[in-house]
């Protein structure tokens, strides 16, 4: 059992930084046996991968929208993950869900077993 929570999202210029953080609480399981990943979904579109990381962080993949912009990463003594996003352009706006894996980090969706709501980014011209 883990329960996630994703905060940071908010109204942001584009061209301008958002950190999203993502507290798990509720384990039932060491963090560390999770791999991380972070997602996005606009309306009535399929949720996009963004970014993945491994267990103790040192396997890290992007989606092509967003390699050299997003960073992500984890405290694994903090329970924590986050996702470092610069350079935010229009087409990120989205509501943004962290997610975990006992399965080894990867792009789909269906290897996620655990979600969370959401955090709502909007970049704006």
């Known amino acids: 059992q883990i329960h996630l929570v994703e905060s940071g999202g908010g109204l942001v210029q584009a061209g301008g930084s958002l950190r999203l953080s993502c507290i798990a609480s509720?384990?039932?399981?060491?963090?560390?046996?999770?791999?991380m990943g972070w997602f996005r979904q606009v309306p009535g579109k399929n949720r996009e991968f963004v970014a993945g990381?491994?267990?103790?962080?040192?396997?890290?993949n992007y989606g092509d929208a967003v390699k050299g912009r997003f960073t992500i990463s984890r405290n694994n003594a903090e329970n924590t993950l986050y996702l470092e996003m610069n350079n935010l352009q229009l087409e990120d706006t989205a509501v943004y869900f962290c997610?975990?894996?006992?399965?080894?980090?990867?792009?789909?969706?269906?290897?996620?077993?655990?979600w969370g709501p959401g955090t709502q980014v909007t970049v704006a011209s």
């Open positions: 997610a975990a894996a006992l399965k080894g980090v990867g792009s789909s969706s269906r290897i996620y077993n655990h």
């Open positions: 509720g384990l039932s399981r060491m963090f560390s046996d999770y791999a």
């Open positions: 990381i491994s267990l103790k962080g040192s396997i890290r």
